[in-house]
């Protein structure tokens, strides 16, 4: 990888910790472009607070910084030590991403902090023009453990907050749309019927919100290492969100000393496509660790998958159903894969273990899967497999087999592992610190067995992608496997996840499904609590979008690897609207949001890293909505073919789901194209430089 990195060191030298200085007032720091302005002090209890203020807006009230650790609390009865600012400028070349060229830039306060038995803390500053992050460095040496963090978000108003509730065990919810003052993690718990598996673990990042100026927020956090998952407190009358860390023992961590927690981020723009747009998140990371990424590659796959979701086949080698994951099963899947220019094939119920209440053997296939034969048959179409490692949240049965497993794959040349978590860990939960350094483990160790990681049930996103880009993707959403089953998800929730959950990092949605509105008789006694099937009622199933939706979901959606998650039978019979999915990429050069409302619509444009050509996808909720796409971003002077599929007129996501039409027009970078999409639909554009 390539860093061009410049970094101008403006300030002071950092001084020792107990080389007292005179006494700091308030102050205050901002981004280089001077919008975002983020002011600190010490009050007269020695309390750290800090304010963030964006285009003249106030984002964040003076809130309270504090950490509480075996070494001592830092929360009051404080002095300023030192003062440092720098700036820092770099370029850098990610492996794979939303653009081949990403800008760090930011100013830094370091402010050097002591309590009063004598301990120091920095708390560290970073101000960019898309927003603010903050982390604490404890510094000295030896062991400590990190008991609480109290790092305050108190929001300056009444923002309308686009939030789910955070859980120990799970991230698959619908989200909620609200005013911050009418936040209550309970009814939302409700909501979501799984009142019985969640515990009280106040608001789950990322949560965004748009403020009553029109600006837009988004609070998250970054590069998460020997830490607890953060979830956020929310005090509704204060409109205050507080760190939660996850975990139910006393001591969150035990850390080594000096140590730096993971950055608190607080992205805000103008523009609602600032949240598709941020790469705050990543450039809190360290650089890339890995000398070699040559094995790492961003690719489309298929998967031996949703035939089991819909219950046509299943996992286990059972004799009661069709076992999925057989040799000639497989075989076929190769086969469509190779003619459709697919990289890669997922296979889930590959090995031994399923029916064996969680104890899953991770190198020893079932009988009927020839994992040798299948290997060669795929290299000889230019196609992989993809390895997939379900633990049913057995994290230590899985943890006592990875080096074996991962080892395993790394001599059948399987590059790719899909992991996944169902489940409650017993006397755990999914996001405390063993858990967070096992998942980072998954992915420390598979890059040294050339193995690409996509996390399912996964902590979330924290942007460590950066510094390991064999992490390519991850789920931690409520993904479209929800639509095989009876809940669905909400008609509001595919708008809503570029703005929320896609800002954490890539995410594994599996689009591309294009059976939308299917009758399945298993799911038919799926559907009710005891089994039974009643006759008398309608068990048609829908996905709640058109096809054109889904096809545009490739596009603003973003991962670096794709599935096209439906059955061959289903994409041969609109093997034109399969065209755009074998044409758009997964490794952009460029990205921009163009449009968008959070949980209304979005529309966004991509430029692919390895040609001139460009992708624009939209998609909307249950509204129909008329909308004019500028094509000002294409070279000016240059003519392009533009591949339009947009919703047909009778489309909409209950009513004719796959009814698209596909148009094929020149257009340059005067073009503004006048659109339609259905309810529940959307539009998928490829233009290609002529
Ligand atoms: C849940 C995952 O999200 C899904 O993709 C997978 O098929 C099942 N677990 C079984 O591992
Ligand atoms: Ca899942």
Avoid at 242 to 250: I, K, M, P, R
Wanted: hydrophobic fraction near 35%; include cysteine.
């Amino acid at each position: 990888m390539n860093r061009i990195a410049t970094i101008v060191a403006a300030m002071v030298m950092l001084v020792g910790c107990n080389s007292l200085k005179s006494e700091f007032g308030a102050q205050s720091v901002t981004s280089p472009d001077g919008r975002v302005v983020l002011s600190f002090e010490l009050n007269s209890e020695g309390e750290a607070l800090y304010a963030v203020t964006f285009a003249g807006e106030e984002i964040i009230a003076p809130s309270h910084l504090g950490i509480e650790t075996s070494r001592g609390e830092f929360d009051e009865d404080m002095r300023i030590v030192d003062i440092k600012t720098s700036t820092f400028n770099e370029t850098w070349e990610p492996v794979w991403g939303q653009y081949a060229k990403i800008e760090n830039h930011y100013n830094e306060m370091v402010v050097a902090l002591q309590n009063e038995n004598g301990e120091c803390v920095d708390v560290t500053f970073r101000l960019f023009n898309d927003g603010a992050a903050l982390r604490y460095t404890l510094r000295g040496e030896g062991v400590c453990d990190i008991l609480n963090e109290e790092t305050e978000f108190r929001m300056a108003r009444d923002c309308f907050a686009h939030w789910m509730a955070g859980s120990d065990d799970d991230a698959e919810f619908n989200y909620m749309h609200t005013p911050l003052s009418g936040i209550n993690t309970q009814s939302m718990h409700k909501s979501a019927g799984r009142v019985q598996d969640i515990l009280e673990c106040g608001v789950a990042t990322l949560v965004a919100m748009k403020t009553p100026a029109g600006n837009y927020i988004a609070l998250h956090e970054a590069a998460l290492w020997s830490y607890p998952g953060m979830a956020l407190d929310f005090d509704a009358e204060e409109l205050c969100f507080t760190t939660e860390l996850s975990g139910d023992s006393e001591v969150k961590s035990r850390v080594e000393l000096p140590f730096s927690t993971p950055w608190r981020t607080i992205i805000v723009g103008d523009r609602v496509g600032t949240l598709v747009e941020s790469s705050m998140v990543l450039n809190l990371n360290e650089p890339c660790a890995l000398e070699d990424t040559s094995w790492i590659k961003p690719m489309k796959y298929v998967g031996v998958w949703w035939e089991m979701h819909l219950k046509e086949s299943i996992w286990d080698m059972d004799g009661k159903y069709p076992h999925c994951a057989t040799t000639a099963n497989v075989k076929q899947y190769i086969d469509f894969a190779a003619e459709n220019g697919f990289d890669g094939v997922l296979v889930e119920g590959w090995n031994e273990g399923w029916g064996w209440g969680e104890r899953f053997d991770y190198t020893r296939p079932y009988p009927d899967f020839d994992i040798e034969e299948l290997c060669r048959y795929a290299e000889e179409r230019g196609v992989e497999l993809i390895g997939h490692h379900e633990t049913y949240a057995n994290v230590d049965n899985y943890d006592a087999q990875m080096t074996n497993a991962y080892a395993y794959y790394e001599t059948l040349g399987v590059n790719s592992v899909k992991t996944g978590y169902v489940g409650n860990i017993n006397g755990r939960n999914h996001y405390d610190r063993e858990m967070v350094d096992h998942y980072n483990r998954t992915v420390v160790e598979g890059a040294q067995h050339k193995l690409c990681i996509d996390i399912h049930e996964p902590i979330h996103s924290t942007g460590i992608c950066r510094t390991y880009p064999n992490l390519m993707s991850a789920e931690g959403m409520r993904g479209q496997e929800w639509h095989a089953w009876n809940a669905g998800n909400c008609i509001d929730h595919n708008p809503t996840l570029p703005f929320t959950r896609n800002v954490a990092g890539p995410m594994d949605f599996t689009p591309g499904i294009f059976d939308l509105r299917y009758h399945n008789t298993i799911n038919k006694a799926a559907a009710t609590a005891d089994g039974s099937v009643n006759a008398d009622y309608d068990y048609t199933f829908f996905v709640n979008s058109t096809l054109a939706h889904q096809l545009a979901q490739y596009v603003v959606f973003y991962s670096p690897i794709q599935m096209v998650a439906d059955l061959p039978k289903n994409y041969r019979e609109h093997d034109d609207a399969l065209q755009f999915i074998r044409d758009v990429p997964v490794d952009w050069a460029d990205t921009r949001c163009l449009a968008g409302e959070i949980g209304d619509y979005v529309v966004t444009a991509r430029k692919d890293k390895h040609s001139d050509n460009w992708y624009v996808g939209g998609i909307t909720d249950g509204e129909r909505r008329n909308i004019s796409v500028s094509l000002n971003f294409l070279d000016a002077n240059r003519i392009y073919e533009a591949t339009i599929y947009r919703d047909g007129t009778r489309a909409g996501w209950n009513t004719h789901p796959t009814d698209y039409a596909i148009e094929h027009i020149n257009v340059d970078s005067t073009t503004t194209l006048d659109l339609t999409m259905a309810p529940g639909g959307g539009f998928a554009i490829s233009i290609k430089a002529i």
